[in-house]
Nanobody, 115 residues
Framework: QVQLVESGGGLAQAGGSLRLSCQASGSIFSANVMGWYRQAPGKERELVATITTFGGTIDATSARGRFTISRDNAKNTVYLQMNSLKPEDAAVYYC?????????WGQGTQVTVSS
């Protein structure tokens, strides 16, 4: 079993920055994809960005140029640096770890952006 613990959410002003962290623990298969998804009230959960064990990334169009995903494999931790935040970035952000056979989710961390 894998546990994911997120931190770093909170309140930011529009144009400001936040950094999310997610640490994985448990039986972690070495080849995996970690990522961030978000869900705003009344909307479906959507991809923000993912990163493979080898550093390959995928970014949603909404995040490109403003958000940067990175990971520290030694710490089993993935980060999301969010800059130039907009009110529409407000959502619950969920950490995800996916392997060939399993999909794990964190409990979510709230990001609020004031205009």
């Amino acid at each position: 079993q894998v546990q994911l613990v997120e931190s770093g959410g909170g309140l930011a002003q529009a144009g400001g920055s936040l950094r999310l962290s997610c640490q994985a623990s448990g039986s972690i298969f070495s080849a995996n994809v970690m990522g961030w998804y978000r869900q705003a009230p009344g909307k479906e959960r959507e991809l923000v960005a993912t990163i493979t064990t080898f550093g390959g990334t995928i970014d949603a169009t909404s995040a490109r140029g403003r958000f940067t995903i990175s990971r520290d494999n030694a710490k089993n931790t993935v980060y999301l640096q969010m800059n130039s935040l907009k009110p529409e970035d407000a959502a619950v952000y969920y950490c995800n770890l996916a392997t060939a056979n399993n999909d794990y989710w964190g409990q979510g961390t709230q990001v609020t952006v004031s205009s």
